[in-house]
């Protein structure tokens, strides 16, 4: 009886581990590719468009100050 107990164990931890390495390796190959890089890069770059104008209208000024004047050099 112990033995049948031990071998269904024994089966049920194979297949568990044997889908923790699959599920980690598709993923790994999902995470590296072309179509997940494309995917991600539209999506960050969707957000960063939307809060492009606002971030820019905020943070440059509407009138700037004098010019720096001009450094001469010292005639030798």
Do not use: C, H, R, W
């Not at 993923?27 to 770059?45: D, R």
């Not at 104008?53 to 720096?68: F, K, M, R, S, Y």
């Amino acid at each position: 009886m112990f033995q049948k107990i031990a071998n269904i164990l024994s089966i049920v931890s194979f297949v568990l581990v044997s889908s923790v390495i699959g599920g980690g390796y598709f993923s790994y190959k999902y995470v590296t590719s072309e179509q997940f890089k494309a995917k991600f890069m539209n999506e960050v770059l969707g957000n960063v468009e939307g809060l492009m104008p606002d971030i820019l209208d905020n943070a440059l000024p509407d009138v700037t100050g004098q010019t720096i004047p001009e450094f001469k050099q010292p005639k030798i």
